[in-house]
Structures are given as C-alpha cells and as structure tokens.
C-alpha cells in the first residue's frame, strides 16, 4: 500500500511539474510574439512618422519656391496639409508605442517641420533644412535604441 501512495505521489508530482514547465514554456513564447509583434508596429509607425516628415518637408520647400498666387502653389500648400494631417495621426500612435526618448526626439522634429510648414505658408525664403535634418538624424538614433538596433556603420 505504501509503495502504491509512493508511485501515486510521483505520478502527481511529475504531472505537476510536467504543468508548470508547460505552462512556463508557454507563457515565455507568447510574450516574445508578442513583443516581436510591437516592434514591427513601432518599426512601421517610426519609418511612416519620418516618411511624413520628409514629404511635408518637400512640398513646404517647393511651395515657397513656387510663385506667389499660382495654382502651382495653392497644390503643394493643399498637399502640405493633407499629409501634415497624415503626420498628426502617426505621431499620436508613436506617442502610445515608441519610448520616451524617441517620442521626444519626434517633438522636436515637429516644432522644426511646423516652422518650415509657417515659411511656406507665409511665402517666405526661409528654410531650416539642416536643422531638422539633425533632429531627424536624433529621433533615427532614438528609434533604433528603442528597437534594439544597433547604430548603422558609417561609409558603409
């Protein structure tokens, strides 16, 4: 009898322990799915925020080199704003993904990008293009400290 509650104990203990190493197993798995899942959606919603960035950028640049009162003009002011709304959206989803430091990063990029978004409106020659490219070159850096990613070889 007593060998009988000795093997029966085994049975449960190794059961037990079969359980909670599964259990353990399993829950190590999801939650590297899951936290691969979330960087592709920060990746994506990083390259999307700087693409949105850099086309604002350009139509802003062409609509204050266009002429004053065209229809030239009136286009690349209507696509600045539809795009600087595209921008709007992207950063509040960064706001809810990307860390601290990339967030910042972006805010800075915004106050140099609305600058450059005021000259063209106001038509005049003003540009800080060397200067957001800086701040674009900052929230790169903080985007791939956030994602893990190594800086990129230079010259290569």
């Not at 004053?68 to 600045?80: D, H, K, N, P, V």
């Not at 200067?131 to 010259?155: F, I």
Request: charged share 20%; proline share 2%.
């Amino acid at each position: 009898m007593i060998t009988q509650i000795v093997t029966l104990v085994g049975v449960l203990l190794g059961a037990l322990t079969s359980f909670v190493a599964t259990g353990w197993a399993e829950r190590t798995k999801h939650r590297r799915v899951m936290a691969a899942r979330w960087d592709e959606r920060k990746l994506d919603t990083y390259v999307q925020y700087a693409t949105c960035v850099k086309e604002i950028d350009s139509v802003a640049k062409r609509a204050r080199q266009a002429e004053a009162g065209s229809t030239e003009r009136a286009e690349f002011l209507a696509t600045m704003e539809q795009v600087e709304i595209q921008r709007s959206a992207l950063f509040e989803t960064l706001v809810l993904l990307a860390s601290p430091g990339a967030v910042e990063a972006a805010k800075a990029v915004n106050v140099a990008l609305w600058e450059s978004e005021v000259a063209a409106r106001e038509h005049t020659g003003a540009s800080n293009g060397p200067v957001l490219v800086e701040l674009l070159n900052a929230y790169h850096s903080q985007a791939r400290l956030d994602l893990g990613v190594g800086d990129p070889v230079v010259g290569a």
